[in-house]
């Protein structure tokens, strides 16, 4: 306990228990008497220098200060620092202060302040009952342990009290992101909160939903969404809820260098985002299955949203297409690079050999093998699609995230 580690001083002539008690107790039945007097001198010197409490009530500033003078009566004449529960039951105040916003620092003084009428009060009410100098030195060495052992409590409640603040700040802010991402949130509800998390109610926003790349941590991933739209005088409302990065902002973010994957849905209102927010996970899916550090669209994957759900039709084209050409052996690579450059390069041997650095006679020789192994015409617009189908789906089977 705090009491068992104060020392009484030892003054040369350190008086008993007995005249102790006598002494000493005149001078706490003069505090007793002027309470209320000593309270309105410790709130009226708070208020000339502590303008963070101009939002605390007269009543409750002088509450305390009535609990600071109660404290110091029972530590005179208990003779003694007060036990962890008498501290915790003197340091009360921080924790409500905390809850208005008032610093530690702040609390401290405005204590320090009020122990220090207490203290001149006392001092001056013993040299008038003519107490013998050893009580009056040991009252003040008493007063001066106790504040700063209410002090030390005082600021590990603020501090307390500050972190389940926070944690409780924390916890609300994701349960209403939570809420608006799957729809669970009432639209008064988000009239109300909304600007609190600066979302504006009439503004239509887009759904995020996003997962860090490998080595770097959601938070990272967070810091780089909201740097983004900070970027172009905007917020993006991100956290994250079971590891993944989730939030909504007026636009996609734009990230040259992504730290991950994110998944964008369409601009919704605020009341209605769920169905943004399940077009941004499939979106998230697909690309984190083809492996695609970015921040992509529903538009910006196109075809290979369908590519990673049609697995029977996928597998039909593979083994179509790409299949007939293991007779190449080692040779297919080169054969399958040709065919996937002649469809990104529009159908056009010329370009093609260009994008490939290979002479156009290469590319006709590798394009007719293709075509004489599995029989197909790369010419045919349709065909063309089919391998591109059958290429996407053999590289997701092959090199992609897993299937989520």
């Known amino acids: 306990m705090v009491g068992d580690l104060y020392s009484p001083p030892a003054p040369r002539r350190r008086v008993d228990r007995a005249t102790w008690d006598r002494e000493i107790r005149p001078v706490v039945a003069r505090l007793v008497a002027c309470d209320d007097q000593v309270a309105d001198t410790a709130l009226g010197a708070l208020r000339k220098v502590l303008p ?124 209403f992101l939570r809420g608006l991402v799957f729809g669970s949130v009432a639209p008064a509800e988000i009239r109300r909160l909304g600007p609190a998390y600066h979302l504006t109610p009439d503004v239509r926003y887009v759904a995020l939903r996003g997962r860090p790349a490998p080595g770097t941590g959601p938070g990272e991933l967070v810091r780089a969404i909201a740097a983004a739209a ?12 079971e590891g993944d990065v989730v939030g909504v902002a007026p636009r996609p973010p734009a990230l040259d260098d992504c730290p991950g994957i994110v998944g964008v849905g369409p601009p919704a209102d605020l009341t209605a985002v769920e169905p943004s927010f399940a077009t941004a996970s499939r979106v998230l899916e697909v690309a984190e299955r083809f492996g695609r550090p970015g921040v992509y669209r529903l538009e910006d994957l196109s075809l290979r949203v369908a590519v990673a759900a049609e697995d029977e039709l996928g597998e039909l084209l593979v083994r179509r297409y790409l299949r007939p050409l293991e007779k190449l052996g080692a040779r297919s690579g080169a054969v399958l ?28 020789y590798r394009l007719g093998r293709f075509e004489e192994l599995t029989g197909a015409t790369l010419e045919r617009p349709v065909t063309a699609f089919e ?16 299937n989520l």
């Open 52 to 175: 963070s409490y101009n939002d605390v009530s007269d009543e409750a500033l002088r509450s305390s200060a009535l609990r600071n003078s109660a404290s110091a009566r029972k530590t005179l004449l208990a003779r003694r620092l007060p036990g962890d529960r008498e501290l915790a039951e003197a340091a009360v105040a921080a924790g409500e202060r905390a809850d208005q916003g008032v610093y530690v620092q702040d609390v401290l003084t405005a204590y320090r302040l009020s122990i220090h009428q207490i203290r001149e009060f006392l001092t001056e009410a013993a040299t008038v009952a003519g107490c013998v100098p050893a009580v009056t030195l040991e009252m003040v060495q008493l007063l001066w342990a106790l504040a700063d052992a209410v002090g030390v409590r005082l600021a590990t409640v603020h501090r307390d009290a500050e972190i389940e603040i926070a944690r409780h700040g924390e916890r609300q802010r994701a349960e």
């Open 337 to 364: 690079e040709t065919v996937a450059a002649f469809i990104d390069n529009g159908l056009s041997v010329k370009a093609t050999a260009e994008a490939l650095d290979v002479h156009q006679n290469t590319v006709r």
């Open 230 to 241: 900070r970027a172009v005088g905007q917020h993006a409302f991100v956290d994250i809820l």
């Open 387 to 402: 391998v591109w189908w059958a290429m996407q789906r053999d590289w997701l089977t092959s090199h992609g995230g897993p």
